[in-house]
């Protein structure tokens, strides 16, 4: 009996201090992570596809690919680092120390931070487009776009911080048992947590996209008007509007999918923390980083023609970054 109880723990030579192996689950299992595990390969294998298309081909350098090229960072991060993680640590014990474990929960924040700043410099970018079309070019340049970019992951890295100051000064400091990888936020910095990562970030979101959808609205009826009044001599200006829609529209997708993962999530944490259905929304919010690149793939053809590209290698040939793609 006591023989089959030390096999359930992580460290039976500390037997008093050790932490018992995670129970069983569907994640848990052969079948479990190894789907799990294939998926995160696709996440890692997907973004790598949208970060060289955007990084390599001079045309695709635009102020909203730039953005697009953040969020793939993010989502990449996520399968390669955050999320095979998480199933690591449903699956088995921690057994890499406690300052590796700080770090682990840091890059898991940042990166889940940025995700949502990403989300609504796209929602502004679209706002700006739409809404703003004549003064888009010259207040969206690729200069202040880097900016921001380097703002969001900045902010992330200081909120992260802000969030785990006391667990990144003392490693292990709240772990309960040996060969746990936890962390314990204080009732303060869930409220901060809860607030910029959530509450001000949708409505953000929604307020823009709802500016954006009435403004689409708007011109389409502006446009059916023209067409049957008879009126030819703008039509150059309503085909760029009408691609600004379209990429409005696509990013929107985008959104709503990231919200439609990422809002469940809270909702279970916040209800009950650390219940089992905490980890199910926990993979489906990481599986939005695998949806991403598939979004790109069914709305944009240059992203298309860009794999194409690239599994032919017709990248590795000369002059190959100014291919015609749009």
């Known amino acids: 009996m006591e023989r089959e109880e030390q096999s359930e723990l992580c460290f039976p030579q500390a037997a008093n201090i050790s932490c018992r ?11 479990g992570s190894l789907l799990l595990y294939l998926t995160c390969a696709l996440t890692v294998l997907l973004n790598l596809l949208v970060i060289t298309s955007i990084s390599h081909f001079r045309q695709l350098r635009s102020p909203t690919n730039l953005l697009l ?27 890499h120390g406690d300052i590796a474990c700080s770090l682990y929960n840091l890059v898991s924040f940042t990166v889940t931070s940025a995700s949502v700043g990403n989300m609504v410099l796209l929602s502004a970018d ?12 010259v207040n969206v340049t690729v200069k202040r776009i880097r900016l921001c970019v380097c703002c969001c992951w900045l902010c ?19 772990a309960s048992c040996y060969g746990e990888c936890g962390i314990r936020i204080e009732y303060a910095a869930a409220v901060l947590d809860l607030l910029v990562t959530f509450i001000l970030p949708l409505g953000v979101i929604a307020a823009l996209y ?6 689409a609205a708007s011109q389409a009826r502006a446009m059916r008007s023209r067409v049957t009044g008879g009126e030819r001599q703008r039509s150059l ?43 199910v929304v926990l993979n ?31 990248v590795l040939r000369p002059g190959s970054r100014r291919a015609d793609l749009l």
């Open 284 to 314: 489906v919010y990481y599986l939005n980083s695998c949806v991403n690149p598939l979004i790109y793939a069914w709305f944009y053809p240059w992203f298309r023609r860009a794999v194409k590209h690239i599994v032919t290698l017709r």
């Open 69 to 95: 090229l953040s969020l793939a960072v993010s989502d990449l991060l996520v399968g390669l680092l955050v999320w095979p993680g998480e199933i690591h640590l449903n699956a088995a014990c921690w057994t």
């Open 237 to 279: 200006p309503m085909r760029a509007k009408k691609s600004e829609l379209k990429a409005a529209r696509t990013l929107g997708i985008l959104v709503l999918v990231f919200l439609m993962c990422f809002c469940p999530y809270y909702c279970v944490t916040l209800a009950a923390d650390g219940s089992p259905g905490a980890s």
């Open 210 to 215: 709802g500016r954006v959808f009435a403004a």
């Open 126 to 137: 679209r706002y700006a487009a739409v809404c703003r079309p004549l003064r888009y070019k």
């Open 21 to 31: 192996k995670p129970s069983a689950g569907w994640s848990q299992g052969v079948s």
């Open 156 to 174: 992330s890295l200081l909120l992260s911080s802000v969030l785990m100051k006391d667990d990144l000064a003392h490693p292990g400091k709240h």
